[in-house]
């Protein structure tokens, strides 16, 4: 937990006054930026230029180099500030008022970038706080809220959301339901806790959120939420974005320890699980399915059949299981739709089944339909092989792991590449040799050769 001299529990921030309708003021100030300037070189240069002067001796005149002092300025200025506004999102910082400086008892820095200050008064179960974020474009919004249930989770927050109108800056209530999280808009509302007051304060694209908040007696932890996004329309905010990063916001804030608990996103469990079942059922054990059929033939009659059909069957139960973790995980998080990734699954589900339902009536070797039932068989493996890479790297891209997972996956997709290509080559030797090797015997019996047998046909 990172503390300073800012955050003082026996300082009071309330001045009174309405808090939500004023002016935004800018409130920090960059001491001896004139200093850094001089240093950087940008004074110097710029007052003492002139363009009649030239470089050493060697004759190139200073007008070819020349930067206009005002975009050199204008550079400085901007780098200056976006290194103190980066500064600025920690508990590092003081968090200002009108002018004045808020004094808190506890402050942590969180994603987002993000701080959140606060004092708790055990007397009065009243929770002072300091919410500190960067809204994701001018005309964004920043939010954070309580959630009285059992989990920090986004349905059921109690919110407090600061963005600038065109004329002022605004901070209200909004209470996050699942309507609201299924694309319905979102509007200022009553609360399940009672604030007692806000204000907010916005410079450029920094928000920081001022509030007093009723708790319950003796509540020591409270699970908050907080995000970020880019648009508002009227007063109400509009969606933020559904990376893990934008969903990554919740935590538990222990009011006795004065100490913020990160906690994982919800059903991060299941996430995991669905991504694991998938990636290992219909991502590894089908495509070395495949593999068998392809490629062992030519070294056994029989055990190949069996060995491909074990590893199909584990294949299709282990993604079957992912594919219906996945249709659960959607009913959780109405609102948030990962359209590809999900047609892709139900692709892929769909064939196997497909799969399955062929092989049931698979015709004999010597029926006329067999041939036309390996082009089914075959077209539609294959098929399901691109549908089953593309959508487990569009997985990864939504879960994002740790980056060894996605490494771990690609190694296999290249080791699986290598060795069916070096073992295709081998299978059309094979063939080739045993056509001529049939053509030969046909030839000195004076017969025909027959180009339906397994042996000359296998690799079509």
């Known amino acids: ?195 007692l007051d806000k204000a907010v304060e916005i410079t450029g694209t920094t928000v920081t959120i001022f509030a007093t908040i009723q708790l319950r007696p003796n509540q020591t932890k409270i699970n908050h939420v907080w995000n970020r996004g880019s648009k508002t329309i009227g007063v109400s905010p509009l969606q933020h974005g559904l990376s893990p990063e934008d969903r990554s916001g919740v935590g538990v804030i222990d009011l006795s320890t004065r ?77 948030i739709v990962h359209d590809v990734h999900r047609n892709i699954g139900i692709a892929i589900f769909s064939f196997a089944c497909l799969q399955v339902f062929g092989v049931a009536f698979r015709p004999n070797k010597e029926h006329k339909l067999r041939l036309y039932w390996n082009a089914y068989h075959h077209s539609i493996g294959y098929l399901m092989l691109i549908l089953i890479f593309t959508n487990i790297y569009k997985g990864l891209e939504i879960l994002q792991p740790k980056r060894r997972w996605h490494n771990a996956y690609t190694g296999f997709v290249v080791l699986a590449a290598i060795v069916s290509f070096i073992l295709e080559i081998l299978t059309w030797i094979i063939y080739f040799k045993r056509k001529k090797n049939a053509e030969k015997e046909t030839f000195a019996n004076g017969g025909k050769v027959q180009m339906g047998s397994s042996s000359s046909s296998f690799p079509a």
């Open 259 to 335: 100490s913020v608990i990160d906690t994982e996103p919800p059903h991060q469990s299941l996430k995991q699980s669905h991504g694991a079942l998938n990636a290992v059922g219909w991502g590894i054990f089908l495509p070395l399915g495949m593999m068998t059929a392809r490629y062992a033939r030519p070294f056994s009659e029989k055990v190949w059949f069996y060995v491909h059909i074990s590893l199909q069957s584990l294949g299709l139960l282990l993604g079957s299981i992912g594919w219906l973790i996945g249709l659960r995980l959607g009913s959780y998080s109405k609102g």
């Open 1 to 195: 937990m990172a503390r300073n001299s800012y955050f003082d529990p026996t300082r009071s921030w309330t001045d009174g006054g309405d808090r939500g309708s004023g002016p935004a003021h800018q409130t920090w100030s960059h001491r001896g930026f004139g200093a850094a300037l001089a240093r950087l070189g940008f004074i110097e240069s710029c007052q003492g230029f002139s363009p009649s002067r030239r470089i050493g001796a060697s004759g190139i005149s200073q007008e070819a180099m020349w930067i206009p002092r005002r975009a050199l300025l204008l550079l400085a200025l901007s780098i200056l500030v976006a290194r103190a506004a980066e500064a600025a999102l920690d508990c590092t910082s003081p968090f200002t008022y009108k002018g004045q400086t808020r004094y808190f008892g506890a402050c942590n820095t969180l994603t987002g970038p993000a701080a959140l200050a606060w004092t708790y008064d055990p007397a009065d179960s009243t929770l002072k706080v300091a919410f500190l974020g960067q809204a994701a474009s001018p005309m964004g919004w920043v939010g954070w809220g309580i959630n009285l249930g059992s989990r920090p989770v986004m349905v059921g927050t109690n919110a407090l959301i600061g963005f600038r109108t065109q004329d002022r800056s605004y901070v209200d209530t909004y209470k996050l339901t699942t309507d609201i999280q299924a694309g319905a808009q979102l509007t200022p509302g009553t609360l399940d806790v009672s604030v």
